[in-house]
């Protein structure tokens, strides 16, 4: 297998000529993302909420007053190309470092040069830092003082959670953006730009793939866009550069849907049933047949974490924990290797016990609390603030803490509903334990058996 340079994304095509003359090629020119990106505000695909007329983030940067911010969402969503942007609008200086790479003395440095440029000038100084959640605490620190006199507008950018990953003290003296996945549309005009600045044509069904498997991302799409090209390109011979749906699969190393949409949900329900019905091999089977034809492992992921409550319940309350795990591992390694961990979790959903008593329950109190609701009972009444006292709020609750197992029988629903049972606990697996506890509450010392109960 031929692997592209790194900044196409480790991108594999089969080991042919033809992918040797792609590769070729590619190294030669620049990436296209690099040579499309937009030179002015209105050039931005996506993030209307930011950079729309009127909005707040495209305003502060026409007006170059802009403040301290952190620019956090996926990649490939344009925290850097809005940072260039705002380089290209700004009065001020521009200074450019990665936290991958930059040290404390850069960033010392760094503000040196801004008080003599301050000093000298009067001009000030914009650090655009990227990857600021790869800076440590103490590297973080480091910025505080600037940034708190002004001396420094820090735009800091991050694909990580910046309330765990900012300092406090950092992230309240900025203003927080936060930047969406492209959707269909913005991944689609990206592509359409891409292929007019190659002079290139391509098939529906291939653009259909590249943007279905970019996830959008904005950066993602236009790479793989450009090795399909580059693929198309040599078999063209001189000839017209067409894109055919060969072209996006080898780009991206994975096959287009190989269903129509009726076999789709046909194949999606046969794998539901399968593990409801308790057939880990079946389950197996469909999950296979659904990757091997392009399907989204994500969805498949979700339709499991569905499951482990819908069908599986409090019979193995664990099975939504591996569900979860499964789709954080989908999101986290991502194919080939996360069908392991999917294939995890089909075995276990469909050798667990299985309950849809939680489901059905659900059900019931909807359609009771749809039907009109009653007044909360007052001994459950928010007792906590002023006068609540006055109003009889809390009078008679009975502290469950207070009583041996932390249960004590009392009143929890309005008058109307409180003898409707809405939950009621199958024989199966953990619900067995449920039963018991329920029925020893209902009879303490006669405990009944699960099936008297049900």
Known sequence: MIVYPHHYGGLVAPNDLFSSAAADALERQSPLADRLRPQRLDDVVGQQHLLGPGKPLRSLIEADRLSSVVLWGPPGTGKTTIARLIARSTAKSFVQLSAVTATVKDVRESAAR?????????????????????????????????????????????????????????????????????????????????????KATATPEALAHLAA???????????????????ARVRANG?????????????????????????????????????????????????????????????IARRLVILASEDVGMADPQGLLIADAAARAVEFVGLPEAQLNLAHAVVYLATAPKSNRAYAALHKAQDDARAGGG???????DAHYSGAKGLGHGDGYDYPHSHDGAWVSQQYRPDHLESKVYYEPSDQGYEATIAARFAERTNPGQQETTDERN
């Open 239 to 299: 000839g017209a550069v067409h894109v055919e749906l060969d072209d996006a699969e080898a780009a991206l190393g994975t096959q287009a849907l190989r269903y129509g949409q009726d076999e789709h949900y046909d194949t999606i329900s046969a794998f539901i049933k399968s593990i409801r019905g308790s057939d880990p091999d079946a389950g197996l089977y469909w999950m296979a047949r659904m990757l091997d034809a392009g399907e989204d492992a994500r969805f």
């Open 375 to 381: 007044q909360v009972p007052k001994h459950l009444r």
């Open 114 to 198: 801004a008080t003599q440029l301050l000093g000298e000038r009067g001009q000030g100084t914009i650090l655009f830092l990227d990857e600021v959640h790869r800076f440590n605490k103490a590297q973080q620190d480091t910025l505080l003082p600037s940034v708190e006199s002004g001396l420094i507008v820090l735009i800091g950018a991050t694909t990580e959670n910046p309330y765990f990953e900012v300092n406090a003290p950092l992230l309240s003296r900025s203003t927080l953006f936060r930047l969406e996945h492209l959707d269909a549309n913005a991944v689609a005009q990206l592509l359409e730009r891409g292929l007019e600045a190659e």
């Open 213 to 231: 498997r970019a996830e959008g991302d904005g950066r993602q799409s236009l790479t793989s866009l450009e090795v399909a090209i580059a693929l």
